[in-house]
Nanobody, 128 residues
Framework: QVQLVESGGGLVQAGESLRLSCAAS????????MGWFRQAPGKEREFAAV????????YYADSVKGRFTIARDKAKNTVYLQMTSLKPEDTAVYYCAAARYRGSSYASLTRRTFYDYWGQGTQVTVSS
């Protein structure tokens, strides 16, 4: 089992920044690819960003590319999502997810159903 706890959400104005954190506990953190997904009201949960098990490769959704950065700290068993230039359309509940996978397939890592474990989510609200 892997437990994931997100933090760092909040209410910000458009153009501001936030950093989300996801602390992992349980099984070996380094065996898992770590992703961030988000779900806006009335919409399906969608992929935002992912970092591979070794931290070497990252993928981003087109909607966040150039504004969001994902990174993992192996010593702290934590993955971060640095969000800059936030827009009202970034408003959503953000979820951290873990997949036990040492590959780098974009098709797999961006698919919501590929992930084994999920956090409870943290709300991000961006006002215009």
């Amino acid at each position: 089992q892997v437990q994931l706890v997100e933090s760092g959400g909040g209410l910000v104005q458009a153009g501001e920044s936030l950093r989300l954190s996801c602390a992992a506990s349980g099984r070996t953190f380094s065996d898992y690819a770590m992703g961030w997904f988000r779900q806006a009201p009335g919409k399906e949960r969608e992929f935002a960003a992912v970092v591979t098990w070794n931290g070497d490769i990252t993928y981003y959704a087109d909607s966040v590319k150039g504004r969001f950065t994902i990174a993992r700290d192996k010593a702290k068993n934590t993955v971060y999502l640095q969000m800059t230039s936030l827009k009202p359309e970034d408003t959503a509940v953000y979820y951290c997810a873990a997949a036990r996978y040492r590959g780098s397939s974009y098709a797999s890592l961006t698919r919501r159903t590929f992930y084994d474990y999920w956090g409870q989510g943290t709300q991000v609200t961006v006002s215009s």
